[in-house]
């Protein structure tokens, strides 16, 4: 198909695509395979989880002089695929007094599906409708009918395992066979099954079979977080960005750090973006029939505040002023357990796919709880590779448990009896973490700092975001939750339990990595910056398709929802086109 | 000794050397620091790596003690070697580079160390004889009964031990010591049966479908 009608190398493209992770890769990818000439813009470096030079994966701690601890190169530490991380040299961003907000940024082809457990849940059918629901928050403009045809080609495109569970509000795809638990996911299921909380497989996308020629399948090291080599894990870079260069209809370029969206004065349209290459420092523009946003939550919200123009003098699209309002991150909180009689292990090879094979979705009614949305619980365990951290606080853990001699054991310790220590009760651990649906508030948001800017003169981000009452009890009844489940299973809960006095565990804001709802879409273009195709009200060639527009997230981890709604938008896209409406 | 071959040597110098496997008895010679770069590094880590290891940290008396300390934390045993053996000194001084703020704590608490045993002993840590060692450890090794006079040398023993255990079971040898049977492909059928009965645990007949 050659829709678009350009044979050479375009001075004009088509669609210029702001960032590459999910939602910039799922539009390249579609676009570019629609004929589109396509322009790709990635603030970071080339990555290709194939390519020997970029590898992690299989690599034994000891290659790594710090054991695989966290730099300021790479939060999550060495063997991660994810560049950057929690802070980046010279892109400095701040949070009003009195705020938190943390905000991991990963500049590379991919973006952040480098640094992703690979969660891949389906918003179900209240999810977009709780404002109506519950009286509190708002409804999204499109319901569960629109996006489900996207899940399912997201589905068998990608690939993902799980089980047809015919749960309302968890809807079913296409799965691929899941994995069976490991010895401590039966035992937590075994555990949480006695006192009425589920534990269904979880739904992830790795490949557990093979779905076409392109792609390999999972060969169970546990190590998706490195990126896969045999692309049975979905990365953008892998599955989308590289695919769509091979149409022979995308340019990308790489380091281009977008710093402005261009407007004709007179139409209002998008003409292009400016950049700067951050190889020589050169300011660059492309121009372009249709500018496609994908850069991140936030730094999508930025680059559209920063576009200020005399028509646009409040930023790109943001008559209604509620750009950067709305920025909602999952809720988290997490303990973990010693389990007594997982000590003495047989030993076998548990790695299994990267992360956990069992999960628990939301189970209950907030009608009769006292905090208005839900929750799903990951779990993490087993006799994983030891990397750096490993056996650190063994004072707290080795005086839970009887000697040889039946005698109570102290805390701490060294010699001969520590190493025997460390041996009995390696994979005798567990983790539970809940990720929960915050309410969106217009008090939270993110604005161009006034007084600042990045190495590269564009203003930075100033964040303003504190948790209300409603994640607090949310947050209260997960640790509630997470002990009743430890205690079913006979294991003891390590540490103190969190309580009133530290918001009961609750991470801070944006620590969790799922920030949504800066530039949200809506049917009013007096609340809402874009109408229910992604697509700006009052510009009519300029689209998101990152989770900026989402109007909330459930509490379902959002990455299969971007590539689903950025693979709407697309069609969409593609439709104006063939209509000429764009 | 030059500082080097501290590094190399402290596991030979100090105690339980009946414990040792031959091999290790026999001294080499010392190597410099040869930077090797770790798998699938960027451009700036590459630069920041080399640059972490060309720098000193320790000074060779305080290696020497490190030294001794890591080997009490984690001595040669019937199944595995030491923590000397498993380079665990040269490890908690490229972290003292990577991450400063390990510096002061470790560099200060190996003072106090030294303090501590002049102050019972009249002589420095590696001075004194291993039951002499031993009697310190063992007031510093257990937070909860420790008496507070010494609670400064609790938390540096406590990071002593973080370091050192982790420094340990990250290798070659920690894996063996461990029994680690991963990081290898394979295909993942399920727990042993063995080890389901053992726990009277069973798969969900979801399990056996063909997907």
């Known amino acids: 198909m050659d829709l678009f009608g350009i044979k050479e190398a375009p001075k004009v493209y088509d669609v210029v695509i702001v960032g590459s992770g999910a939602g910039g890769g799922m539009a390249a990818y579609q676009l570019a395979k629609a004929g589109a000439k396509v322009c790709l813009l990635e603030a970071g470096g080339y990555f290709d989880p194939a390519d020997p030079k970029y590898i992690t994966q299989m690599k034994n701690p000891w290659e790594s002089p710090r054991r695989g601890a966290s730099t300021p190169l790479r939060s999550f530490g060495d063997y991660d695929a994810a560049w950057g991380g929690w802070q980046l040299d010279g892109e ?54 629109d996006l489900s045809p996207y899940y399912d080609k997201v589905d068998k495109f990608i690939g993902l395992f799980g089980t047809k569970e015919g749960m309302y509000n968890e809807p079913d795809g296409h799965f691929l066979p899941p994995p069976k638990p490991r010895l401590h996911e039966l035992m937590i299921k075994k555990g949480a099954g006695n006192i009425n909380i589920p534990v269904i497989p979880s739904r992830m996308a790795m490949l557990t079979k093979p779905i076409n020629d392109s792609r390999g399948s999972c060969f169970y090291c546990g190590q998706c977080g490195r990126a896969c080599q045999a692309y049975a894990d979905f990365s953008s870079s892998s599955v989308l960005c590289i695919p769509a260069m091979k149409t022979g209809n995308m340019t990308l370029i790489n380091n281009a750090m977008v710093k402005e969206v ?14 700067v290459n951050k190889m020589d420092l050169k300011d660059y523009q492309i121009n372009a029939k249709i500018v496609v946003l994908a ?122 009896g520590l190493k025997e220590d460390i041996r009995r009760t390696y994979g005798a651990y567990i983790g539970m973490a809940g990720r929960g649906e915050p309410i969106p508030l217009e008090s939270n948001y993110c604005e161009i700092d006034p007084n600042k800017v990045d190495k590269f003169g564009i203003p930075t981000l100033r964040f303003n975001y504190k948790w209300s009452d409603n994640e607090i009890k949310q947050a209260k009844h997960m640790q509630d939750t997470f002990e009743q489940i430890i205690h079913s299973m006979g294991g003891i809960a390590l540490g103190k339990k969190p309580d009133a006095s530290n918001n009961y565990g609750l991470a801070q804001p944006g620590e969790i990595i799922h920030e949504v709802g800066t530039v949200r879409m809506g049917n009013d273009p007096k609340k809402s910056a874009l109408n229910k195709w992604q697509q700006a009200h009052n510009v009519k060639n300029l689209f998101v398709v990152d989770a900026a527009p989402f109007v909330s997230q459930g509490d379902k981890n959002v990455t299969w929802t971007i590539l689903a709604s950025s693979w709407r938008t697309s069609d969409y896209i593609i439709d104006l086109k063939k209509t000429n409406q764009i | 000794m030059k500082r080097r071959d501290t590094l190399k040597a402290i596991s030979l110098s100090t105690f339980g050397l009946a414990a040792l496997p031959t091999s290790a008895m026999v001294p080499e010679a010392p190597v410099p620091k040869v930077f090797k770069p770790g798998p699938g590094r960027t451009a700036e880590e590459l630069v920041r790596d080399k640059m972490l290891s060309q720098q000193v940290f320790f000074k060779p008396d305080e290696l020497l003690t490190l030294g001794i300390l890591c080997d009490i934390i984690v001595p040669a045993d019937k199944v595995s070697g030491s923590a000397t053996q498993a380079g665990v000194p040269a490890f908690i001084e490229f972290m003292c580079n990577d991450q400063p703020s390990n510096q002061t704590p470790l560099r200060g608490g190996l003072r106090w160390l030294n303090n501590y045993s002049i102050k019972l002993f009249g002589k420095r840590f590696s001075e004194i004889t291993p039951s002499q060692r031993i009697e310190i450890v063992e007031q510093i090794a257990y937070p909860n009964e420790a008496k507070s006079e010494v609670s400064q040398g609790v938390a540096f023993f406590s990071k002593v031990r973080d370091l050192t255990v982790t420094g340990f079971y ?11 049977k991963g990081n290898t492909p394979n295909v993942w059928d399920g727990v042993p049966q063995d080890v389901l009965d053992k726990y009277g645990l069973k798969y969900d007949p979801l399990y056996f479908k063909e997907g």
């Open chain 1, 262 to 275: 261009h407007t004709d004065p007179n139409t209002g349209l998008c003409t292009g973006v400016s950049y």
């Open chain 1, 92 to 145: 400095p961003y701040e949070a009003v007094e009195g705020t938190k907000f943390g905000w991991f940024r990963s500049r590379m082809l991919g973006g952040r599906t480098n640094h992703w457990g690979r969660i891949s849940m389906r918003f179900g059918p209240d999810d977009f409708k709780r404002g109506s629901m519950t009286g509190i928050g708002d409804d999204w403009p499109i319901g569960y009918e």
């Open chain 2, 170 to 180: 990250t290798t070659k040898m920690g894996f063996q010591d461990l029994d680690y």
């Open chain 1, 295 to 416: 850069a991140s939550t936030c730094e999508t919200a930025r680059l559209m505040l920063n576009s200020k123009s005399s028509r646009f003098q409040n930023g790109l699209a943001n008559e209604s002023g509620v750009i950067g309002k709305y920025l909602n991150d999952s809720t988290g909180a997490s303990r973990s357990a010693f389990i007594p009689s997982l000590m003495d292990r047989k030993r076998y090879n548990e790695d299994g796919v990267g992360g956990m094979h069992v999960y628990t979705p939301w189970w209950l009614d907030n009608k009769t709880l006292d905090f208005p949305r839900g929750y799903h619980i990951e779990y993490g365990g087993g006799m994983g590779m030891p990397g750096y951290g490993f056996g650190m606080g063994i004072q707290s853990k080795n005086n839970l448990y009887k000697d040889a001699n039946g005698n109570p054991k102290r805390g701490g310790g060294y010699g001969a």
